[in-house]
């Protein structure tokens, strides 16, 4: 299948690179408002074709889907002209800010046959299956601790003064929207869907939260989500049960998997793997459901996207976001 890549940052360069071990996937085109940095990721890559008018792009009949990894604010706009054009689509996290534009997107994909997927790793990558079958043998699970903190390359810059776009929220950016949501995926594909929200977010002066604490209480077991991007978390995450417990190292590839026994025995259950493969998962998964092949995982997937989507809206609002 032919794809289209929207935004130019590291993920996008990522994703092309994961697109060449996926199988059935070339990049065919780059979209950019900037011919310089359009033209140098193509180049990059041995991508001819650069795009600076969406409408262009939109308009390519070559093109079979479109990959998006442009600003948060931007996603739900940009998916829904390439869904209405005939394009199935493949957005980065989170692939709209509310649940209400989620949902529509979702619905114009159905009703075109095609297909709309929220790029989230975890829920593609061949370590959950094993990660679900594992936390059965934990005997009563009671405590779980999911964190993604990840100091931002770009807070520098704004301690400088600068306004990164990953700490301005009119992008719609900031802490829960970049890394949070990672976390609260997988709490949602662990455990579902919570009975009771408890949180706290903390924000910069720009108006954008950089940190946050959720507390998920699911009735016999509570699942305690943080994230920052002001410093690193060098802990991991981990699951805790009576007769034993399960360590994360990275919970947005969901890789450095490793189980502790009761006894104190250790067994690796996943490795740490490089980021692309895990990506590579994801985009052979789109592929599949492109090809209307394993659907009903394709419903689970928007089952889950929704889910989150709620999730997140529930804590913007009790913590006061700006959108």
């Known amino acids: 299948m032919n794809f289209a890549t929207v935004g130019t940052s590291w993920i996008t360069e990522s994703f092309i690179e994961a697109s060449a071990l996926a199988g059935d996937a070339e990049v065919k085109a780059v979209y950019s408002r900037s011919l310089q940095k359009g033209r140098r990721l ?42 209405l054009s005939g394009k199935s689509v493949l957005c980065e996290k989170p692939a709209a800010v509310t649940p209400k534009e989620l949902k529509e997107l979702y619905e114009i994909a159905e009703g075109r046959g095609l297909i709309f997927l929220e790029a989230m790793k975890s829920i593609h990558a061949s370590s959950l299956p094993i990660l679900r079958e594992e936390i059965k043998t934990l005997g009563n699970i009671t405590t779980a601790f999911l964190d993604f903190s990840q100091l931002s390359s770009k807070y520098p810059a704004y301690l400088k003064g600068e306004n990164p776009n990953v700490f301005n929220p009119e992008f719609c950016s900031g802490g829960l929207m970049d890394l949070g949501i990672y976390p609260v995926y997988l709490a949602a594909e662990l455990f579902g869907r919570p009975k009771k929200i408890i949180s706290h977010c903390d924000f910069l002066k720009s108006g954008a939260d950089f940190a946050g604490t959720l507390i998920f209480v699911y009735g016999g077991i509570t699942v305690t989500v943080s994230y920052s991007k002001t410093a690193n978390g060098y802990t991991g995450s981990r699951i805790l049960g009576d007769r034993g417990a399960i360590l ?7 890789t450095g998997v490793t189980k502790i026994r009761g006894d104190g025995k250790t067994r690796e259950l996943f490795p740490e793997i490089d980021e692309k493969i895990v990506m590579s998962e994801e985009i052979y998964n789109f592929i599949d459901f492109a090809k209307g092949e394993r659907l009903e995982y394709y419903d689970y997937c928007r089952a889950v996207s929704e889910m989150v989507s709620e999730i997140l809206e529930d804590v913007r609002r009790g913590n006061n976001f700006s959108f």
């Open 42 to 83: 193509a180049d990059k890559f041995g991508i001819r074709t650069v795009y600076t008018s969406f409408d262009s792009l939109l308009n390519d009949d070559t093109i079979d889907c479109v990959y998006i990894a442009s600003p948060n604010s931007l996603h739900y706009e940009q998916s829904k002209k390439c869904l």
């Open 248 to 254: 994360i190292k990275s919970v947005s590839n969901l």
